[in-house]
């Protein structure tokens, strides 16, 4: 017998045994915690390589330690069509405001190791820019501080203004340019549209450029309370508590 036909048989046999071997083991039991039932989530947007350590992933956000009123309104939106993204708009579409209260909590309760930042690709004279805008804005455009709203170290305000720190490039791009097509709306008013619609595209990169380029603070979690009144109104977060 040709030994490749021996090989081939061996191989075969090996095959049909561990099936057998896998069907008489029967179906493996998942277990039924909410964590589980979220990989769906973190598959996107809390990704590993397989050492373990957190990806700096090209497009989707970082979410764990958002606060839970920014992701619990982000998650409505979704659901209710003032954000544009249809997977995220796929998975939600059903589900009810107390599980989606049940996701805010689980994910802003969550605090893991934040990536390195991406290096930077762009002149430094784009860099600059981006940080005068996120940290001095633009009086001449009537553009506020990033950090007037998002905190000194860009880590969010309790309850609903998210963190920009450890964003992605493409990500930041992205929500300004759904702002500026209205594909993505919050509550009236909408202070980010309205700053968007402020913005040159430059400005928009050199923005984008430099939050990512930064690396996460030592200490992540939102801050308690900011200044009052912020510079735009802002439905997500009225001026009165």
């Not at 450890?166 to 993505?184: E, K, T, V």
């Amino acid at each position: 017998m040709p030994l490749f036909v021996k090989f081939h048989r061996i191989a075969l046999f090996a095959l049909s045994c561990a099936a057998t071997l896998s069907a008489s083991a029967g179906p493996q039991a998942v277990p039924d915690t909410l964590a589980q039932r979220l990989v769906a989530c973190t598959a996107c947007h809390a990704r590993k390589d397989a050492q373990g350590v957190a990806i700096n992933d090209q497009y989707f956000p970082r979410i764990s330690g958002k606060p839970a009123g920014y992701l619990y309104n982000q998650l409505v939106n979704f659901r209710d069509g003032r954000r544009q993204y249809p997977m995220m708009n796929y998975m939600v579409s059903h589900l009810p405001d107390a599980y989606l209260h049940e996701i805010a909590g689980y994910f802003a309760a969550e605090h893991l190791p934040a990536p390195a930042p991406a290096p930077a690709s762009v002149p430094q004279a784009v860099l600059d820019r981006g940080r005068q805008l996120v940290t001095r804005g633009d009086p001449s455009l009537k553009v506020p501080a990033c950090i007037a709203c998002h905190g000194e170290k860009l880590t969010g305000v309790l309850p609903t203004i998210p963190g920009l720190a450890g964003l992605p490039r493409d990500y930041i791009n992205a929500q300004f340019g759904a702002w500026r097509n209205q594909q993505r709306r919050a509550h009236a008013p909408d202070c980010m549209a309205a700053i968007s619609a402020r913005l040159s595209l430059a400005d928009v990169s050199a923005i984008s450029n430099w939050i990512a380029s930064q690396p996460m603070p030592a200490d992540p979690r939102p801050l308690d309370t900011i200044a009052r009144p912020l510079p735009l109104s802002c439905g997500s977060f009225p001026d009165q508590p």
